[in-house]
């Protein structure tokens, strides 16, 4: 599937890794190529070069992609890699230290926290006695990098406190590299937390440092080999790794923590993207993979986000998109317990699989049920390269749903088509508080096969699916800049320490910005002061002489935030403005099986075969080569360019 971009813009290969399917969008010459290959989690450098491989076979009608390398000005990438290494708890053992006199019991609040501390650290803690600069702390460090190690940490996490940590935090490092030398073999890595953030609360800095450390190592091995993989096919575009603050960097200036949850990010960035080129004002996301349904919102052209974000609902010190995840998808688990039809959340994902894929899965899923009903095509399906198997899928709702409740199969699919659909309306409802005017956007592979029936339960009229809805984070991330953002806790409120906080960023940013291979002067700087209890923000002009905010009136701990963003060149839509009337375009129909058991021929449309403009009444059915959307009677479509596809309810 393809749209149409500027024919000015260099080559742009965005790459969204994912745990079972990577996607790979390329924007080229005006215009959008879109491919998916299966995540190899052996090597995931090797299904980067796979995607590789096949969109360029798209582009050039052959395996090229030396070519393709040559011609790319930037490679954009992001990756559930740690998203899933924390999920799975597979990551390097953790040793902590902290000053004497910590209350460790501030880390272990809630029962997440309890559960990962023990799976990661457990009891590789150690408490340095009263360290302070020039005390002779270095031997007690020491010892204690020992007793850790000797417990099995194979990495360390330093936290101090108080208002001069980092300065006691440095004093430490020297020590560090004195006793351990890096170039020594069985050094172990250590990681010290003004490295990682500048926070004032203290016990989410330990955590923030605790995830990075977890995360590092897994990030740091894959994202630097696939980067000499690039150079070895003489690439020499930047290879940028996408965070989940919505900005790009190199390897060298990404932190691993910002690659938690960057891929759904992506999708957000891609819908204010929408949002903008079609003028919504209230839009609601559901990117709706296999396992999870993941919901955010853009109101105007911003996208919603938590000051302060959790991960595995854990408060870490960086901001996140305020995304929440159900634990329903396309492969989400019907069972029937204590009499009541229950899905998800747990998930058969890619392998086995639902039962209908034919690879030894027999639990009952939304996609056997909707293969049985007839909406979906066991020859098209993703792309005709995996056949489905109607028979397993009909006897897996027959013994786990149908049989349990006493009902047909048929009524048995419908009864799971309903308690799928309430469980995403009632978290849309709970989470975007839909609006009159909201438009409900749905992407991933399964986002737009149900979302009518999604919106009808929320109340919601207006309906969005992208032309590139299963690819569509991998499409946003081409939306987004080189950036970096920065945060200091500021201690001295004078207009002197303010300055010197401001003077402290600017350095750092500029010495960020040239390892980008950007200079400041071409760069958008902005700066500004936020209060942490109440979320709120003062912009600060870098124009000295305009003078600085007075900050005397201003209780409560106060941060100095600056971001700096070096604008690259982005695809551009055509106008999306209104169209001629199209024509009726579909060629074939489909016999699907719809409330009360009857039968019912409806039109199909094929959406690579329709020109913007084409409209219709449903019942109907959008078919793309990776993903299927029901049109329900009283729904009216209309393609539009690029591919997308407007969906309103009928009065």
């Given amino acids: 599937m393809h749209g149409h971009v500027d024919r000015t813009t260099g080559t742009q290969i965005c790459i969204d890794n994912g745990g079972t399917l990577t996607d790979i969008c390329v924007f080229d010459q005006g215009r959008v190529y879109f491919t998916k290959t299966l995540t190899t989690p052996y090597d995931l450098s090797e299904c980067f070069f796979d995607g590789l491989r096949k969109v360029s076979a798209q582009i ?145 800095r330990v955590w923030t440092t605790v995830l990075n450390a977890f995360l ?80 955010g919102i853009v109101t105007g052209d911003q996208i919603a986000e938590e000051r302060r974000g959790t991960m595995e609902g854990i408060p870490v010190s960086f901001g996140l998109p ?102 995403v309306a009632q978290g849309l409802t709970q989470h975007a508080q839909p609006r009159e005017d909201t438009v409900l956007t749905a992407f991933g592979g399964a986002g737009p096969m149900i979302i009518c029936r999604i919106a009808e339960a929320t109340g919601i009229r207006s309906v969005l699916v992208p032309g590139l809805a299963a690819g569509f984070c991998a499409y946003g991330i081409g939306y987004t800049d080189v950036s970096q953002h920065y945060e200091v806790a500021l201690i001295d409120r004078t207009p002197t320490g303010l300055e010197a906080a401001l003077q402290d960023l600017t350095t750092r940013a500029e010495r960020d910005m040239l390892a980008e291979g950007y200079v400041l002067e071409d760069c958008h700087m902005s700066a500004r002061i936020a209060l942490d209890d109440n979320a709120q923000e003062i912009e600060v002009t870098l124009d000295q002489s305009a003078g600085w905010p007075s900050l005397s009136g201003l209780s409560g701990p106060i941060s100095v935030m600056m971001t700096v963003v070096a604008p690259l060149r982005r695809p551009v839509q055509e106008n999306n403005g209104k169209q001629n009337e199209g024509e009726r375009n579909s060629t074939e129909t489909r016999t699907v099986v719809r409330d009360g058991g009857h039968k019912h021929d409806i039109a199909v449309f094929r959406l690579s075969e329709q020109n913007p403009g084409t409209r219709a009444e449903g019942p109907a059915i959008i078919e793309h080569e990776f993903f299927t959307c029901l049109i329900p009677e009283g729904w009216h479509l209309e393609v539009r360019p690029g591919g997308d596809v407007l969906l309103n309810q009928r009065n």
């Fill in 60 to 204: 050039y009608g052959r395996e090229d992609v030396e070519a393709l390398l040559r011609a790319t000005e930037h490679v954009r990438y992001s990756t559930t890699q740690g998203t899933n290494s924390l999920v799975e708890r597979k990551g390097p053992l953790l040793g902590l230290i902290l000053p004497e006199g910590f209350d460790l019991g501030s880390l272990l609040e809630e029962t997440g926290q309890r559960e990962l501390f023990e799976a990661i650290i457990g009891d590789r803690v150690g408490f340095l006695a009263h360290p302070s600069p020039g005390n002779g702390s270095g031997e007690g460090f020491a010892s204690l990098v020992n007793t850790l190690t000797g417990r099995g940490a194979s990495r360390l996490v330093v936290c101090l406190t108080g208002d001069d940590y980092m300065a006691r935090e440095r004093e430490l490092i020297a020590h560090y590299d004195d006793a351990f030398p890096s170039h020594m073999l069985g050094t172990v890595p250590a990681m010290f937390s003004h490295e990682v953030v500048d926070d004032w609360r203290e016990a989410r």
């Fill in 216 to 295: 590092h190592d897994a990030m740091e091995t894959f994202l630097f080999n696939a980067q000499r993989r690039l150079r070895d096919t003489r690439s020499k575009s930047p290879f940028l790794i996408f965070r989940n603050d919505g900005g790009s960097a190199r390897v060298a200036k990404t932190t691993a923590i910002k690659t938690y949850g960057s891929g759904p990010r992506g999708g957000m960035e891609a819908v204010r993207e929408i949002a903008r080129t079609y003028g919504f004002d209230h839009t609601v996301s559901v990117d709706i993979g296999g396992t999870t349904a993941d919901i």
């Fill in 322 to 423: 305020s995304i929440i995840s159900l634990g329903v998808g396309g492969s989400s688990i019907f069972r029937v317990v204590d009499g009541k039809l229950k899905v998800g959340p747990e998930s058969v994902g890619a392998a086995p699989g639902p039962a209908c894929f034919g690879l030894g899965g027999t639990e009952a899923t939304i996609t056997d049920a909707y293969l049985v009903l007839g909406i979906l095509d066991p020859q098209s399906f993703f792309g005709g390269t995996m056949p489905l198997d109607r028979d397993r899928a009909e006897a897996a709702i027959f013994k786990n749903v149908a049989e349990p409740l006493g009902l047909p199969v048929d009524e048995a699919c419908f009864a799971m088509e309903q308690a799928w659909v309430a469980l």
